[in-house]
Every structure is written in C-alpha cells, then in structure tokens.
C-alpha cells in the first residue's frame, strides 16, 4: 500500500520561502510519477510540479523559476523547495504519485497524500 505523508507547510510573508517534504512508502514500481499539487480556497485543484522515474521535472507555469521539486531516492522523500513566494501561492498543497513512464504536473494521480497547508501574507 502506497503512503504519502506530506510537511514542512506553515506561514510565510510573501517574498519568503518554504520547503515542503513527502515520505513515501509501500511503492514497488520500477517506474513512477511524484507530483505537487494544490487547492486554494473556493479553487479546483491544481498541478504545480512533477517529476519522473528518471529525475525530469514539469513545472506549471505560475510556480516556473520559484519552486523545484527534488527527489530524494535514498531517503524516500519528495521535496519542494519554493522562493518568492506570492500570497496567491496559499493553497492546502497535496504529495501525489502515479504509477508509469508518463509524468507530467497536471496528469492524473493514483495516490494521495492528505496535505500540508501553506499560508503566504503579503
């Protein structure tokens, strides 16, 4: 069974930055995709950042050039680092993983994570 556990939110100004953490566990696959998406308030969800089996990285293009996404293989966590931050960054940011070559941010997740919340103040 496939767990995503999801940290490192919290309360930032804006201009500031954050990085958020992803423990994964139970993945077998030889291949797969790790992702970052969010949901603001009165919002649908949204993909921000993936990255494959083979360490490429997608990013959306609201997040380009201020957030990247890491994968630590070792340590079985996903990262996301994200600088400048913008108070329309806040948003309840969820870990993701699908199984499979094809990898892109805004594709469809097998697995979820429950969230960690991120509040920018400007």
């Known amino acids: 069974q496939v767990q995503l556990v999801e940290s490192g939110g919290g309360s930032v100004q804006a201009g500031g930055s954050l990085r958020l953490s992803c423990a994964y566990s139970?993945?077998?696959?030889?291949?797969?995709?790790m992702g970052w998406f969010r949901q603001a308030p009165g919002k649908e969800r949204e993909g921000v950042a993936a990255?494959?089996?083979?360490?490429?990285?997608t990013y959306a293009d609201s997040v380009q050039g201020r957030f990247t996404i890491v994968k630590d293989i070792a340590k079985h966590t996903l990262y996301l680092q994200m600088n400048s931050l913008k108070p329309e960054d806040t948003a309840m940011y969820y870990c993701?993983?699908?199984?499979?070559?094809?990898?892109?941010?805004?594709?469809?997740?097998?697995?979820w994570g429950k969230g960690t919340l991120v509040t920018i103040s400007s």
């Open positions: 993701a993983a699908r199984v499979g070559w094809l990898c892109r941010y805004d594709y469809d997740m097998d697995y």
């Open positions: 139970g993945y077998t696959y030889s291949s797969y995709c």
């Open positions: 990255i494959d089996s083979a360490g490429s990285a």
